[in-house]
């Protein structure tokens, strides 16, 4: 799991297109990304449609949002194009960055975990710094808790 506070590790993934993606490409930006079990299923579309409804919101702070899941590249295509979702979305379907990023496997009962991606969300400021992150949340918990994260303004210090 990654702690508040550090540099995020930079990723090289694929978005719907095939394109790679960065987090390094989006330098001067705070970073959203936010984690989903399965495309096209209720939870993750209540949770993406969040994103895309707040999206606004999201580019006045100066972010710009990211979703991720083990879904292959075609599977997150065909859902951005059905939901009007404005972000791109990474296909990660060896888990290596949500093992990476804490999100990988969800507890049953504290003895064995799920093989899935646990509902999760992270914010990144403009310099790659980890600023807010929260493993396991609800879809609509996950929308309202990155933007609070992304609104907030550093007051700056004075000599």
Known sequence: MLTIGEKA???????????IVHLSDFRGKKVVIFAFPKANTTGCNAQACGFRDDM??????????????????ATLKEWQT???????LLSDPKHVMVEQWGAWGIPVFGLVKVPMINRSY???????VLIDQQINVLPGTSVRK???????TIAPTGD
Do not use: H, M
């Open 9 to 19: 590790p930079d990723f090289a993934l694929p978005n719907q297109d095939g394109q």
């Open 56 to 73: 606004e919101e999201f580019r006045t702070n100066n972010a710009v949002v990211l979703g991720l899941s083990c879904d292959w590249q």
């Open 82 to 88: 059905s939901k009007n979702l404005p972000y791109d």
């Open 122 to 128: 992270w914010v990144i400021d403009e310099n790659g």
């Open 146 to 152: 990155a933007l609070e994260s992304v609104s907030k």
